[in-house]
Structures are given as structure tokens and as C-alpha cells.
């Protein structure tokens, strides 16, 4: 099918809105109840969250769109995992279940489209938040979420950096890397956060800069990474490359791994930054 079929079109994009509301809904009645937690072969926790969110959401990309192939974070974490061409989809169903595990509400359910390397539809839904944002070429929004019911949409779009930047970090996953590299911003003020609402954040303007030295596999970023380039950011590798997904035969890491990276949002934030050197990154 013609590119324009997927990133650029409607019914598609309120779609994956719509599976990614039902999915919340799903996590949140796990949330309500006294769940149990395992521990995968990486030794990173799952729930029954993880999983019954993950099937809702195979099961409505199968109907949806049935030959495009879909990598999905517990699909992987069992070794099923498809034979990808240039299209395919990426899925968390849980991101950030450390926080869903604290029950401080910043986790969020993500479905992104991938199309030759770049991540071009994406929605993160925060169910305990009541927030959804979504963005595809030409739309990127904020809305209110209740259950699977969607509010008004609020088109978001990154701002200008300010003279003191506000850099957003992972609540989880900090580093002392990333102190490191904040060093060459004197002025700057530093916030957590769970999840791929980092992303978003950048995306409706109210943080500018969000650094990654950890770990992080393509279903944790590629949501979150479409919404910001369609609110006008980028996400870079340390060596100023965009990110990239749908990585494989990686000689340094497992498949679908992405090397560190910093999100911006003003683009002219980006322009020989993410260049300097980063001796901390690997």
C-alpha cells in the first residue's frame, strides 16, 4: 500500500487511538486489584497488565492491519518475534511498570507505526493520568482520557528553548552519565519522569531537552519519538545521527536495542550538540 495510506491518513491514526484507549482500560483494571508480579529472563518485572494489554492490542492491530507485522515488547520477551520489512509495528503495552508497580500513575501504553526506519504514527496513553497524545504528519495533539472515552483534542507543537532549559529525566533510570553530560548547560533546571511522557513533554512545549545514557529497546521510544517529530522536535543518537528502529544483527547488542540518544525539542537546540563529545556513551 501507498506510505500515505498509514501515516497520513485519519481513520487509521483515530484507530490506534481508540485500541491504545481500550488497552488503558484493560491496565487499569489490573490496576485496581492486588496483581502479582514475575520476573522475565532480563530480570525486568511483568504483570498480568503487561500481558492482557499486549493481547487487546495484538488482537486490534491483526483486524486493523493485518499485513503489517508487530513487534511487541512480551511477544519478544518470548522469542516470538516476526520477520520485519520496511513498515511494521512497535508495541508496549506497559511502559514504565516500575511505575505502575509504585502506583504513582506515570505509565503509558504504546503503539507506534514504523515506516523505512522512522517512526511516523505514534500514541502514549497514561490511563491513570487521564491524558493521551497522539501525533502523525499534519496532527499531533493532547486530549483528557476517561476509560475509552477521548476529550477535546489540543494540537501541541515544541517550543523555543529558553535561556534556562528544562531537561526531563527518566524517575527509574538516572544516570550519573547524564549529570555528567547536563554539564555543558549551566543554566538548566532538571525534572523526572516516568515512562515515554518524557517524550511528550518536549512535544507540548513545557520541557526542552531529555537525555538518555540507559538502556532502552525501539518499543519504548518509537511512541513517544513520532509525537515529537510531528510537534517539530528530533531525537538524535551522540553522534548527531536520528534515531533509528527496526534494528537488527546488531553486532554490540540484541535486536530492536537503541544505542543512547537525547530528545530535543527546538530543533535548533540539536544543531551540534548531540556532536559534542560523550565519553560516557556506549
Known sequence: MNEAVFSRNEEFFSSLVRLALRAGRVVMDVYATEFTVSEKGDRSPVTEADQRAEAVILEGLQDLAPEIPV????????????????????????????EFLARNGEFTVNIALVENGVPTVGVVHAPALGLLYAGRPGHVFKAKAEG???????????????????????????????????????????????????????????????????????????????????????????????LRYGKHAQAEDTDFANPHFVAFGDPALATGVARQPDATAS
Open 71 to 98: 513487534v511487541a515488547e512480551e511477544e519478544f520477551a518470548a522469542g516470538r518475534v516476526p520477520e520485519i520489512g520496511g513498515r511494521f509495528f512497535l508495541v508496549d503495552p506497559l511502559d514504565g511498570t516500575r
Open 148 to 242: 475509552e472515552r477521548l476529550g477535546s483534542e489540543t494540537p501541541i507543537a515544541v517550543r523555543r528553548a529558553p535561556a534556562t532549559l528544562q531537561v526531563v529525566g527518566s524517575r527509574s533510570h538516572g544516570s550519573p552519565q547524564t549529570a555528567e553530560w547536563l554539564q555543558r548547560f549551566p543554566e538548566h533546571s532538571f525534572v523526572s519522569a516516568g515512562s515515554s511522557l518524557k517524550f511528550c513533554l518536549l512535544a507540548e512545549g513545557v520541557a526542552d531537552l531529555y537525555p538518555r545514557h540507559g538502556r532502552t529497546m525501539e518499543w519504548d521510544t518509537a511512541a513517544g519519538d513520532a509525537i515529537l517529530r510531528a510537534a517539530g522536535g528530533a531525537v538524535l543518537t551522540f553522534d548527531g545521527a536520528p
